[in-house]
């Protein structure tokens, strides 16, 4: 019964055997079943918008082109910085950027870049703004000539996420070598902000791998 959790005392005997379903009951009551703790990576902690991030997106295959661009912003934004930090800047990302729609963004010009940098809600940082700004210009180029930036990204993995087996998150790289050869990729096409780790950030984020550590409770579901 200890495996079980219980903490039950039984009596040596029922003296009255029409009250044995009571002092069963009462057993019952007194039973201590530890609740089931679900196994996360460690790296998202405790904090509700970091484990609903790792429960519900990082590392579920993404195929929309608009949530690509965010995540391209996202990442780029986040250079030097924490994840957390910018997941906290999300919305507030949404709304300075057009709802991340790639072709609003292309046309953002000198008075949006001014309105971006008096913008307290996200990065005030020229170089980022600029480089998202120049970033969409060159993602619809990719969508002309691929049909989409979807079309184009997976084509890296083989349309297919690559599903690793990760112990501790000691072993999971900072960059591979598909990694590497998108940053050069996207960089002859003129992106900015994408280099090999970066870009490793955004596969893992939109499910291009899949870098639950096999402990991990969410790493058969993404």
Request: proline share 5%.
């Amino acid at each position: 019964m200890a495996s079980l959790g219980y903490s039950a005392t039984w009596p040596a005997a029922v003296l009255d055997p029409s009250q044995s379903h009571r002092i069963f009951e009462k057993a019952v009551c007194r039973c201590k079943i530890k609740p089931h703790v679900q196994s996360r990576c460690p790296w998202c902690g405790d904090d509700p918008l970091y484990v609903d991030y790792h429960d519900q997106e990082w590392g579920v295959p993404c195929h929309d082109d608009r949530r690509l661009f965010e995540f391209l912003i996202l990442e780029g934004a986040q250079a030097g910085l924490s994840w957390l930090t910018i997941l906290r800047k999300r919305e507030n990302y949404r709304r300075a950027f057009a709802g991340f729609d790639a072709a609003a963004v292309a046309r953002f010009g000198a008075a949006d870049v001014a309105r971006l940098l008096a913008d307290p809600g996200i990065v005030r940082n020229r170089l980022k703004i600029s480089a998202a700004i120049d970033n969409a210009r060159a993602f619809l180029k990719v969508q002309e000539e691929f049909g989409s930036f979807d079309a184009y990204s997976w084509a890296f993995v083989g349309g297919k996420p690559v599903i690793n087996e990760w112990r501790s998150l000691a072993e999971i790289p900072a960059e591979t070598d598909v990694s590497r050869a998108l940053s050069r990729d996207l960089k002859k096409r003129g992106f900015r902000f994408v280099g090999p780790t970066i870009m490793y950030a955004h596969m893992q984020a939109v499910g291009m791998v899949n870098d639950h550590l096999i402990s991990c409770c969410k790493r058969l579901e993404s």
